[in-house]
């Protein structure tokens, strides 16, 4: 039971590659997430199956609504192919080497927050998913600070660009167009600034969330 939906797509900017993406969407959808399969003349069985893994990752890390269209723009926009020994395709969408640090920081200014029950609950599950410590700090701004893995940090950078986490004024659901980085680099805690993590319940580089209000700048510097 339930409804197919196939989509053929292009993915790629150097050389472009054809995909055929077939959904299969289950009676309970999309409280459930879609199955994929995907297909390309241009591609191995093995890579066809590398995209529809991270397709159906993807599936998970979104709000139970339907989903398809963002699946298919999130390939578009982060699928890029590079020419394999073989001479054929392959579909990489992992970071180079040397990106791999876990002592990594980001802080992150959000431009608005109108569905902050929404939009929390998206920043609890990608924290969750990709293992980082965040903190989400309301106040004059609203400043997101991310801890972890370099590459796990850019993923979810890439989440808040390409899901529709909010609303605009118009009540319309719509993705973080206005998404500032302000920092992007190593970080290490002092010994003070690790035990103050600790006695909050989110050790350094432990996957956590952590929510809080800030009334002055001192308030807001005690949160680094």
């Keep these: 039971d339930g409804v197919v939906v196939q989509i053929n797509t292009t993915?790629?900017?150097?050389?472009?590659?054809?995909l055929s993406l077939l959904f299969s969407l289950p009676p309970r959808y999309p409280l459930c997430p879609p199955d994929v399969s995907v297909s390309s003349p241009l591609l191995s069985r093995g890579q066809c199956q590398d995209i529809r893994r991270k397709l159906l990752e993807q599936a998970t890390a979104l709000p139970q609504?339907?989903?398809?269209?963002?699946?298919?723009?999130?390939?578009?926009?982060?699928?890029?192919?590079?020419?394999?020994?073989?001479?054929?395709?392959?579909c990489q969408a992992e970071d180079a080497g040397g990106e791999e640090e876990e002592g990594w920081t980001a802080v992150l200014l959000l431009d608005h927050m109108r569905s902050r029950g929404r939009y929390t609950k998206l920043l609890e599950r990608w924290t969750e998913q990709l293992h980082l410590a965040t903190?989400?700090?309301s106040g004059r701004l609203i400043l997101i600070?991310?801890?972890?893995?370099?590459?796990?940090?850019?993923?979810f950078c890439h989440l808040l660009k390409t899901v529709?986490?909010?609303?605009?004024?118009?009540?319309?659901?719509?993705?973080?167009?206005?998404?500032?980085v302000l920092y992007d680099g190593p970080f290490n805690?002092?010994?003070s600034s690790k035990q103050r993590h600790a006695s909050q319940g989110c050790a350094t580089y432990q996957s956590c969330f952590?929510?809080?209000?800030?009334?002055?700048?001192?308030?807001?510097?005690?949160?680094?």
């Design 65 to 90: 609504e339907p989903m398809v269209h963002q699946l298919v723009s999130w390939l578009q926009e982060s699928g890029e192919v590079t020419e394999e020994g073989g001479g054929g395709v392959a």
């Design 164 to 180: 529709k986490v909010d609303v605009d004024s118009s009540g319309k659901k719509c993705k973080e167009r206005m998404m500032k």
């Design 145 to 155: 600070l991310l801890r972890g893995a370099r590459k796990d940090i850019k993923e």
């Design 189 to 191: 805690l002092s010994s």
């Design 11 to 18: 993915v790629g900017d150097v050389r472009r590659v054809d």
């Design 135 to 137: 903190t989400l700090l």
């Design 210 to 224: 952590l929510s809080k209000e800030y009334q002055s700048t001192p308030e807001l510097i005690e949160a680094f």
